[in-house]
């Protein structure tokens, strides 16, 4: 079965550069997640989207951006990258709305390092 | 405010010895629980919905409200179980669920 799809896997930059991470949701889902999970902690929400709007805000710097295209993947931008940037950015995909219940299904994660 | 809390870092076990990773949470309302499983190198993969109230590689889990408790259990641990484990909430955000999780337990089944 497809699942989701998130590149790149691997992503290294240095100090304030920018980093563009995309995320391909499992067909037919209309909702996507990012979480950041740092070294040794446990995975934290930044924002969500459904239907191609912003549906909920976590802890995400302003220096972040995302947004959700038409065919539901989603794309998250990052700009004057910090050290403390480097983790593992997962995203996850699920249907919303009503059927927002339905668990969430996480992809790979791109592991991204700041030099 | 909506936490949860996993008091174990690494929980340490023999093969065939029963297993309780602890969960506990703190929300107002009626919370959504899971259980996700992240195996070595691998993506975080759903477990357990305490909705489901389903037995899944033998593990499961119960909801205490009173305790505001959601114990994942196994009566006999297998060298395969050892992962990194996570309980988490489902917090209400509009159209979408966005997870809390807790920190995380370490299952190390020793052969």
């Known amino acids: 079965a497809a699942g989701v799809i998130q590149s790149p896997r691997h992503l290294i930059k240095e100090k304030r550069e920018t980093a563009t991470l995309k995320c391909y949701p499992i067909p037919r889902h209309d909702t996507v997640y990012w979480y950041q999970q740092g070294p040794g902690q446990d995975p934290q929400f930044l924002i969500s989207?459904?239907?191609?709007?912003?549906?909920d805000k976590g802890s995400i710097p302003d220096r972040f951006s995302a947004q959700q295209f038409s065919d539901y993947h989603s794309e998250l931008n990052m700009s004057s990258l910090e050290l403390g940037d480097s983790a593992l950015y997962f995203c996850?995909?699920?249907?919303?709305?009503?059927?927002?219940?339905?668990?969430?299904?996480f992809g790979d994660g791109t592991r991204l390092s700041i030099l | 405010a909506q936490r949860v809390t996993q008091p174990e870092k690494l929980l340490s076990v023999f093969k065939g010895a029963p297993v309780e990773l602890k969960c506990n949470y703190s929300y107002s309302g009626s919370p959504e629980l899971f259980w996700y499983v992240q195996y070595s190198r691998q993506r975080l993969q759903l477990l357990l919905r305490?909705?489901s109230r389903e037995s899944i590689k033998g593990f499961t889990a119960d909801l205490n409200k009173g305790e505001t408790s959601f114990h994942l259990k196994k009566p006999f641990a297998q060298e395969e179980d050892s992962a990194m484990y996570y309980c988490a909430l489902s917090g209400r955000g509009g159209a979408t669920n966005k997870l809390i999780f807790g920190t995380g337990t370490l299952l190390a089944v020793q052969p």
């Open positions: 305490h909705i």
């Open positions: 996850a995909s699920s249907l919303g709305g009503s059927a927002r219940n339905q668990p969430q299904h």
């Open positions: 989207f459904y239907e191609k709007m912003q549906s």
